[in-house]
């Protein structure tokens, strides 16, 4: 089995992204699946110049070129595609939208009806997999996802990708503090590393185990007030200076 995994915090490995991202593709890699992980920082993906020519002229090959020339085949050939971003005003990251944008060579220019809705065909060898979103946001509530997640399925949907799931982590910014004063939610990890499991062996991940890697890690008021504590921490440093 196929992984392809895109990471699109600029931090990268040293991101809150990673925390989970890397857990969960370890487990999918226990589970026997072939993982290739990708930072969006280090590839080069120009944003789509909307000429249409990957459909009107060269049918299926965009004329940019740049890193998506590599990558349009693995992404074609993967069983599982893994979206991993932390929430930018309420959204992916401006490198993962110029991904999935240029994603749109995959399919024809054509428009079908599909459950009475268009659509477009995919091209003819294209083999299209389930996609796994992974992603970790500053707020504390679970629903600051939901643009997100509303974006992401739909998505999945235009470009005949199957939604399989999602790994979010709110208040992700508490999980560095609580490695560095030792106390690191190991649950939460270890249920990213169970999910990638699951995914790999059963091609779906159990609502209880995504529970637990977006379980409550510390209450609301006590969360904005250390944050908030912090950034004056912060600011006060800066004025000193
Ligand atoms: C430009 C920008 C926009 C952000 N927008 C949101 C937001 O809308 N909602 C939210 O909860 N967090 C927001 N955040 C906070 C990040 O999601 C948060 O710091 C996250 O932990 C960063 O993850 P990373 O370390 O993987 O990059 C934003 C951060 C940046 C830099």
């Known amino acids: 089995m196929k992984v392809v995994a895109f990471n699109s915090s600029p931090k990268m490995d040293k991101s809150n992204t990673s925390l989970i991202l890397d857990p969960f593709l370890d487990g999918m890699r226990e589970a026997g699946a072939e993982v290739e992980l990708f930072y969006t920082k280090k590839l080069k993906i120009n944003p789509c110049q ?20 590599m990558l349009h085949p693995k992404i074609r050939e993967a ?41 477009h065909p995919v091209h ?9 979103l992974v992603s970790n946001c500053g707020f504390w509530e679970m629903d600051n996802f939901d643009p997100l997640l509303v974006h992401m399925k739909a998505f999945c949907k235009n470009l005949s990708l199957e939604f399989a799931g999602a790994l979010l982590r709110p208040h992700g ?22 999910a990638g499991r699951q995914m790999v062996r059963d ?14 890690l510390l209450p609301l008021e006590m969360y904005v007030q250390i944050v908030n504590q912090n950034f004056q921490r912060i600011l006060d440093a800066v004025e000193k200076e």
């Open 124 to 132: 003819e060898g294209h083999k299209y997999g389930k996609m796994v």
């Open 79 to 119: 069983d599982i595609l893994v979206f991993a971003t932390p929430v930018y005003v309420d959204g992916v990251s401006g490198p993962m939208k110029n991904l999935i944008d240029r994603m749109i060579p995959a399919v024809q220019a054509f428009f079908e009806l599909r459950d009475g809705h268009c659509r």
């Open 50 to 69: 909307g000429e249409f020519n990957c459909w009107l002229k060269t049918p299926g090959v965009c004329f940019q070129k740049d890193d998506m020339q």
């Open 173 to 194: 910014s508490a999980l560095k503090p609580m490695i560095e004063m030792g106390v690191p939610p190991n649950d939460v990890f270890e249920a990213a590393g169970e």
């Open 203 to 216: 091609g779906r991940m159990a609502t209880e185990t995504l529970n637990t890697v977006s379980r409550e």
